[in-house]
């Protein structure tokens, strides 16, 4: 497990049930918290703009658990699939 998934995990214990267990109900807290992170933007809250960024990587990680996807592991792919497209430009 990676960090992100531990803090997750750990989120799940305090509200003891996953609220969001399914893609679509998961998909739909995505789309929620996306736009509580684009109202504290427009508010330019940084705070809240902090906590709403942690709402959406909490709920994206949600997602893709169900996919059992790491989402850090997916992450250093696309990085190392973009580094190659890059060097390979040179």
Request: net charge negative; charged share 30%.
């Amino acid at each position: 497990m990676n960090q992100i998934q531990d803090r997750f995990e750990i989120l799940l214990e305090v509200h003891q049930v996953d609220r969001y267990p399914t893609p679509e109900l998961s998909l739909i807290k995505i789309q929620e918290e996306v736009g509580e992170l684009a109202s504290a933007w427009l508010e330019n809250d940084y705070d809240k703009v902090r906590k709403e960024a942690a709402d959406v990587l909490f709920a994206l990680q949600g997602f893709v658990r169900i996919w059992n996807i790491d989402l850090i592991r997916a992450m250093d792919e696309v990085i190392d699939e973009s580094s190659s497209k890059v060097e390979g430009k040179h």
